[in-house]
């Protein structure tokens, strides 16, 4: 049975730092696209950070571009989302995802991957 575990989350002050961790079972995350989500109070689920399955191309949106950095440890079968200088702005609940699809073009759009974990919350305030 395929399945994705997030963990890491927390309360955080802005400024700080956080290690989301998601780790895979059932499949070789190798083999798969991985991407993390969010989702604020209030508003739609948001790709975050994004990379293609056999440690190819990342993305990252926007407003974390120089603060989050993904990677994954194979030997693990563990991804991991770094994030530096939280903000009140990052506070969501977090999901990571996979597809055995190799994206291009939809690399970080939540419709482009069929597995998903549970979420763990990330809530920064001071």
């Known amino acids: 049975q395929l399945q994705l575990v997030e963990s890491g989350g927390g309360l955080v002050q802005p400024g700080g730092s956080l290690r989301l961790s998601c780790a895979a079972s059932g499949f070789t995350l190798d083999y798969y696209g991985i991407g993390w989500f969010r989702q604020a109070p209030g508003k739609e689920r948001e790709g975050v950070s994004c990379?293609?399955?056999?440690?190819?191309?990342?993305y990252y949106a926007d407003s974390v571009k120089g603060r989050f950095t993904i990677s994954r440890d194979n030997a693990k079968n563990t991804v991991y989302l770094q994030m530096n200088s939280l903000q009140s702005e990052d506070t969501a609940i977090y999901y990571c995802?996979?597809?055995?699809?190799?994206?291009?073009?939809?690399?970080?759009?939540?419709?482009?991957?069929?597995?998903w974990g549970q979420g763990t919350q990330v809530t920064v305030s001071s």
């Open positions: 990379m293609r399955k056999n440690g190819g191309t990342t």
């Open positions: 995802a996979a597809t055995p699809k190799q994206l291009v073009f939809t690399l970080c759009v939540e419709s482009s991957y069929q597995y």
